[in-house]
């Protein structure tokens, strides 16, 4: 079925620090994969996605990796700033432009120690 | 540009009363979805539109819960009668059709309404 869920609740780093969140997925045929940001009163918002025939993406501060053999992400942050604390969400995209939709992992909170 | 817009941002409500919640699509955003998120549980699909039309309703919970979006712009959420379990919020998201790309829709999200029965 479909799944996709995060090593860790909780992740506190200092700031200043690089950042790493990771993410597990269950199907190997799974091939759009999107980083949300949740911040307190907000819905998620979109910060990066990768498909499944790259392995590597980078964004303004942020990476994000996929191991397609061992059906890993994982989001980095450069210099975590205080701003980045949130909620964030691993997230598949599946079906297409048509009728597609996401299917949401657990969420990881991410706190800054200043 | 406007983002998604959601209304009301909080509703408490007691068991058995009906809720009406509203999502305002970007303009111009034919795909317009339905989540929701439950104590302690993740972000869960409720239902997508593309325009008026249910493309994909298989998230809803029972027949305690109606979508429509007449005229394929807003939409609206109405739980008949609410139950203590349908506590939570809930996120309406919106994107546009991009043909010939696969599931290339970035969607984006609302605020969200956060929901409480009593």
């Known amino acids: 079925g479909e799944s996709v869920g995060l090593h860790l609740p909780t992740l506190s780093v200092q700031e200043g620090d690089n950042s790493i969140i990771n993410c597990a997925y269950s199907?190997?045929?799974?091939?759009?994969f999107i980083w949300y940001k949740q911040e307190s009163g907000k819905g998620p918002q979109f910060i990066i996605d990768?498909?499944?025939?790259?392995d590597k993406r980078q964004g303004q501060r942020v990476t994000v990796l996929l191991n397609k053999t061992v059906k890993h992400l994982s989001l980095q942050i450069a210099a975590t700033q205080p701003g980045d604390s949130a909620v964030y969400f691993c997230a598949e995209n599946i079906g297409d432009s048509s009728a597609s939709k996401i299917i949401f992992g657990s969420g990881t909170r991410l706190s800054i120690r200043p | 540009e406007a983002g998604v817009t959601q209304f009301p941002s909080h509703s408490v409500i007691e068991k058995g009363q009906t809720v009406t919640l509203r999502c305002d699509p970007i303009?111009?955003?034919?795909?317009l979805y339905w989540y929701r998120r439950v104590m302690g549980k993740e972000i869960k699909f409720l239902l997508h539109f593309v325009k008026e039309s249910k493309q994909d309703e298989s998230g809803m919970p029972n027949n305690r819960f109606l979508a429509e979006r007449t005229g394929g712009t807003y939409s609206t959420l109405k739980v008949q009668p609410a139950e203590l379990e349908d506590s939570g919020v809930y996120f309406c998201a919106s994107s546009q059709i991009r043909r010939g790309q696969g599931n290339s829709d970035t969607q984006y999200f609302g605020p969200g309404t956060r929901l409480t029965v009593l």
């Open positions: 990768i498909r499944s025939n790259m």
């Open positions: 303009s111009g955003h034919d795909n």
């Open positions: 199907n190997s045929a799974s091939d759009y």
